[in-house]
């Protein structure tokens, strides 16, 4: 090690999955909508006035911060809006979790709320989900630095009762409740109607999974104007401009078109229905999903060799290493109808030469 090297900050990062050159392969490893975004957001790119880059954007990202606020039904000072809802959750963190006391998570979600808590100090507990990958919400019902839940959660795709998350909330007036709805879209409750009831309650959503825009990196969030006050500053403590032109026209049109937006949700919902029928003809075991993606084991089929098996063939799909409880598992994106075709015929090949 050089010398200059013992005084930096060093950090376990998070990994993001694969992202394989070309456009030819299956790609079901990271959860993007299998479909463009809505039709008015091509044509805002396309019409889009570079000689305006030369400006800044507006610090708040506006108009697109109403428009949201529009389609939330909330005012703007409602809504705080960041370069994807990762950044959002770490500005967040940043804000409200002070590392006196640990905040909660499950021990199976998304793996980047301890990647932050490490990089800010926070100290943290993770809290076992039970066998069926539910959040037990005794276990969130004693002094913490704050809460961090994925509703539904990620990797598993299961949904917390909107009755046992309010209990959850209840339980915690002093000290902020983070909800990542990140696929609340995809037939899940949203917890908002709560907000007018809990002031320390922050909903994070984002723009790249239901609305087909992880590629400009979008995401929100909606709390009490007092979170969003202190969320703010934080940020303009930070960059004060986050999201760029191109972002505020493409996001404004993607509010726009909610037709198109509810009927590609649904499409992607009954092809997860089907998906999941013919996964299970095959032996597969999963949890029910209220996600764009199912999380599946099998009793007897191997995992690992599933997964280079259908790697090598050019699909793509998740497969953890950690938690230990979850390496039996696969998490699989639904695509397109044809795509989650030829998933099923390359899973039924590798069944048939496995039995074989
Ligand atoms: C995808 C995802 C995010 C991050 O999404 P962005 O692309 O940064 O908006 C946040 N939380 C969960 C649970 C996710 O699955």
Redesign the pocket.
């Known amino acids: 090690m050089c010398l200059w090297e013992e005084n930096v900050r060093k950090v376990t990062p998070y990994t993001p999955g694969e992202q394989p050159a070309g456009k030819r392969n299956i790609k079901l490893n990271?959860?993007e909508n299998p479909y463009p975004p809505a039709p008015g957001v091509e044509q805002a790119l396309k019409n889009i006035d570079a000689d305006l880059l030369r400006r800044y954007p507006d610090p708040n990202g506006e108009p697109l911060r109403s428009a949201i606020a529009g389609l939330c039904g909330v005012s703007k000072e409602k809504i705080f809006l960041?370069?994807?809802?990762?950044?959002?959750?770490a500005l967040a963190f940043l804000t409200f979790f002070n590392g006196e006391k640990p905040i909660l998570f499950p021990d199976i979600?998304?793996s980047?709320y301890d990647v932050w808590a490490e990089l800010y100090g926070i100290p943290y507990e993770r809290i076992p989900l039970d066998p069926d990958f539910r959040i037990r919400k005794e276990d969130y019902c004693k002094p913490c630095g704050g809460i961090v839940l994925?509703n539904p959660?990620?990797?598993t795709g299961v949904e917390l009762a909107q009755e046992e998350l309010e209990e959850i909330i209840e339980a915690h007036k002093d000290v902020v409740v983070i909800v990542?709805e990140?696929?609340v879209d995809f037939g899940a409750r949203s917890v908002q109607p709560l907000l007018d009831k809990y002031d320390q309650l922050l909903i994070?959503r984002?723009?790249?999974?239901s609305r087909s825009l992880?590629g400009m990196?979008?995401?929100y969030a909606i709390g009490n104007e007092k979170l969003i006050k202190y969320l703010s500053d934080i940020k303009f403590s930070f960059n004060s401009y986050t999201i760029n032109r191109a972002t505020i026209l493409a996001g404004v049109e993607a509010c726009r078109d909610q037709e198109y937006f509810e009927k590609t949700v649904d499409r992607i919902i009954r092809e997860r229905e089907r998906t999941g029928e013919r996964l299970q003809n095959l032996g597969f075991e999963f949890f029910k999903s209220k996600t764009n993606f199912l999380f599946v084991t099998h009793p007897s089929l191997p995992i690992t060799e599933l997964f280079d098996y259908l790697r090598e063939r050019g699909i793509f799909v998740r497969h953890f290493q950690k938690p230990e409880r979850i390496v039996p598992y696969l998490r699989i994106t639904i695509g397109t109808e044809e795509e989650m075709d030829e998933l099923i015929k390359a899973i039924e090949t590798f069944a048939g030469e496995h039995r074989a």
């Open positions: 990271t959860n960041g370069v994807g809802s990762d950044e959002v959750l979600t998304y980047f994925a959660n990620a990797p990542d990140a696929y994070v984002t723009f790249s999974k992880a990196r979008l995401g």
